[in-house]
Nanobody, 113 residues
Framework: VQLVESGGGLVRPGGSLRLSCAAS????????MSWYRQAPGSERELVAS????????NYADSVKGRFTISRDNAKNTVYLQMNSLKPEDTAVYYC???????WGQGTQVTVSS
Protein backbone atom coordinates (compact mmCIF):
# COMPACT_ATOMS: atom_id res chain seq x y z
CA VAL A 1 0.00 0.00 0.00
CA GLN A 2 1.40 3.37 -1.01
CA LEU A 3 -0.24 6.74 -0.35
CA VAL A 4 1.17 10.01 -1.65
CA GLU A 5 -0.42 13.25 -0.45
CA SER A 6 0.06 16.58 -2.20
CA GLY A 7 -1.47 20.04 -2.50
CA GLY A 8 -0.60 21.55 0.85
CA GLY A 9 0.90 24.98 1.34
CA LEU A 10 0.64 28.34 3.03
CA VAL A 11 -2.71 30.10 2.73
CA ARG A 12 -4.32 33.11 4.39
CA PRO A 13 -7.36 32.74 6.63
CA GLY A 14 -10.47 32.42 4.52
CA GLY A 15 -8.55 30.89 1.65
CA SER A 16 -8.87 27.50 -0.02
CA LEU A 17 -6.70 24.52 -0.82
CA ARG A 18 -7.33 21.20 -2.55
CA LEU A 19 -5.40 18.20 -1.29
CA SER A 20 -4.88 15.06 -3.35
CA CYS A 21 -3.87 11.55 -2.33
CA ALA A 22 -2.69 9.09 -4.96
CA ALA A 23 -3.10 5.48 -3.84
CA SER A 24 -1.52 2.28 -5.14
CA UNK A 25 -0.90 -1.30 -4.07
CA UNK A 26 -4.52 -2.21 -3.38
CA UNK A 27 -7.87 -2.22 -5.14
CA UNK A 28 -8.66 1.41 -4.44
CA UNK A 29 -12.28 1.28 -5.60
CA UNK A 30 -13.09 -1.41 -3.04
CA UNK A 31 -12.13 0.56 0.06
CA UNK A 32 -13.34 3.54 1.99
CA MET A 33 -10.80 6.31 2.39
CA SER A 34 -10.22 8.91 5.06
CA TRP A 35 -8.31 12.12 5.64
CA TYR A 36 -6.64 12.75 9.00
CA ARG A 37 -4.65 15.67 10.35
CA GLN A 38 -2.13 16.22 13.08
CA ALA A 39 -1.30 19.61 14.51
CA PRO A 40 1.91 20.22 16.50
CA GLY A 41 1.56 18.83 20.00
CA SER A 42 -1.78 17.18 19.23
CA GLU A 43 -2.97 13.70 18.43
CA ARG A 44 -3.86 12.72 14.90
CA GLU A 45 -7.57 13.28 14.30
CA LEU A 46 -10.04 12.05 11.71
CA VAL A 47 -11.21 14.85 9.42
CA ALA A 48 -13.38 13.19 6.76
CA SER A 49 -14.27 9.79 5.30
CA UNK A 50 -15.79 8.58 2.07
CA UNK A 51 -17.24 5.21 1.11
CA UNK A 52 -15.72 3.05 -1.59
CA UNK A 53 -18.18 4.23 -4.23
CA UNK A 54 -18.25 7.81 -3.02
CA UNK A 55 -21.91 7.69 -2.06
CA UNK A 56 -21.42 8.33 1.65
CA UNK A 57 -19.29 10.89 3.41
CA ASN A 58 -18.87 12.11 6.96
CA TYR A 59 -16.94 14.91 8.57
CA ALA A 60 -15.57 16.06 11.88
CA ASP A 61 -17.76 18.77 13.37
CA SER A 62 -14.86 21.22 13.17
CA VAL A 63 -14.75 21.07 9.35
CA LYS A 64 -18.38 20.35 8.46
CA GLY A 65 -19.66 22.80 5.86
CA ARG A 66 -16.13 23.94 4.93
CA PHE A 67 -14.38 20.77 3.72
CA THR A 68 -15.49 18.33 1.03
CA ILE A 69 -14.04 14.86 0.50
CA SER A 70 -14.35 13.23 -2.92
CA ARG A 71 -12.71 10.49 -4.94
CA ASP A 72 -11.98 9.46 -8.50
CA ASN A 73 -11.76 5.68 -8.64
CA ALA A 74 -10.53 5.76 -12.23
CA LYS A 75 -7.49 7.73 -11.03
CA ASN A 76 -7.06 5.96 -7.66
CA THR A 77 -7.15 9.37 -6.02
CA VAL A 78 -9.00 10.88 -3.08
CA TYR A 79 -9.34 14.64 -2.63
CA LEU A 80 -10.03 17.08 0.17
CA GLN A 81 -11.36 20.48 -0.86
CA MET A 82 -10.82 22.90 2.01
CA ASN A 83 -12.59 26.26 1.98
CA SER A 84 -12.88 29.07 4.52
CA LEU A 85 -9.64 27.93 6.11
CA LYS A 86 -8.87 28.96 9.68
CA PRO A 87 -5.56 29.11 11.57
CA GLU A 88 -6.71 26.13 13.63
CA ASP A 89 -6.75 24.05 10.43
CA THR A 90 -2.95 24.24 10.39
CA ALA A 91 -1.64 20.66 10.48
CA VAL A 92 -0.04 17.89 8.49
CA TYR A 93 -2.79 16.16 6.51
CA TYR A 94 -2.72 12.44 5.76
CA CYS A 95 -4.92 10.10 3.79
CA UNK A 96 -5.51 6.50 4.81
CA UNK A 97 -7.48 3.44 3.91
CA UNK A 98 -8.85 2.45 7.33
CA UNK A 99 -8.38 -1.27 6.69
CA UNK A 100 -4.62 -0.89 6.20
CA UNK A 101 -1.90 0.26 8.56
CA UNK A 102 0.05 2.32 6.01
CA TRP A 103 0.37 6.09 6.18
CA GLY A 104 1.78 8.45 3.57
CA GLN A 105 4.28 11.20 4.29
CA GLY A 106 1.53 13.78 4.68
CA THR A 107 1.24 17.30 3.29
CA GLN A 108 1.66 20.44 5.39
CA VAL A 109 -1.16 22.97 5.49
CA THR A 110 -0.42 26.29 7.16
CA VAL A 111 -3.12 28.93 7.57
CA SER A 112 -1.65 32.24 8.57
CA SER A 113 -1.82 35.91 7.70
Amino acid sequence: VQLVESGGGLVRPGGSLRLSCAASGFTFSSYAMSWYRQAPGSERELVASISSGGDYTNYADSVKGRFTISRDNAKNTVYLQMNSLKPEDTAVYYCKAPQFDSWGQGTQVTVSS
